[in-house]
């Protein structure tokens, strides 16, 4: 099993739409979650850190079950730049990446 | 904020040859910094840790001395990729823990490497 398992997508959605990814995890020690976001052959960049009592960052809002290992990250009003490869990244000793799922909002 | 600067960006050499990456953290000191290596549609996959001064940390199954670190400052970090084969074509990143937080972390901009 792997350590942070993602759906890999693609998601295709029409702009405007509203759009969930989830996430879990196997180590139950992890400490930090966050999701990053991936452009083509780009480096990740930090999009939002998870909390377990949620957390919102204008059209991004992220959520961590702790019991259930799972987080979730949901994106409203999709926007074309929206388009990208969305990783959920879990931390204990180091920083674990998932496969990342792949969005493409299309207009 | 803080940046890691990655060189270079896009490396193509011939099989057998070697390649270093370096990784300078610009506006902090990066006493930790992280290689990872990326397959197409594939996750990024930690490669080795490196401590400034001290030798590296390799994951399972990464080749020490294929795979050279080297974390002589607080500043700089290299990745050499020794006797390069078309299979170590791959996307190589580092990243160091951004300093003051207890999260995040910035990661260089990448290399990408063909063997031919």
């Known amino acids: 099993r792997k350590e942070v398992e993602q759906d890999p997508g693609p998601f295709n959605v029409p702009e405007g739409a509203t759009v969930a990814f989830n996430c879990t995890y196997s180590?139950?020690?992890?400490?930090?979650f966050f999701w990053y976001r991936q452009d083509c052959r780009k480096e990740p960049k930090l999009l939002m850190s998870v909390y377990s009592s949620g957390n919102e960052d204008g059209r991004f809002t992220a959520q961590l079950n702790r019991a259930s290992q799972y987080i979730s990250l949901l994106i409203r009003d999709s926007k074309l730049s929206d388009s990208a490869t969305y990783l959920c990244?879990?931390?204990?000793?180091?920083?674990?990446f998932g496969q990342g799922t792949e969005l493409s909002v299309k207009p | 904020g803080a940046v890691v600067s990655q060189h270079p960006s896009r490396v193509i050499c011939k099989s057998g040859t070697s390649v270093k990456i370096e990784c300078r953290s610009l506006?902090?000191?990066?006493?930790?910094m992280f290689w990872y290596r990326q397959f197409p549609k594939q996750s990024l996959m930690l490669m080795a840790t490196?401590?400034?001064?001290?030798?590296?940390?390799?994951e399972q199954g990464v080749e020490k001395d294929k795979f050279l670190i080297n974390h002589a400052s607080l500043t700089l970090s290299t990745l050499t990729v020794t006797s390069a084969h078309p299979e170590d074509s791959s996307f190589y990143i580092c990243?160091?823990?951004?300093?003051?937080?207890?999260?995040?972390?910035?990661f260089g901009s990448g290399t990408r490497l063909t063997v031919v």
């Open positions: 990244v879990v931390k204990g000793g180091k920083l674990i």
């Open positions: 180590n139950s020690a992890s400490q930090s």
């Open positions: 990243s160091a823990n951004t300093a003051g937080t207890n999260y995040g972390y910035t």
């Open positions: 506006d902090f000191q990066a006493t930790t």
């Open positions: 490196s401590n400034e001064g001290s030798k590296a940390t390799y």
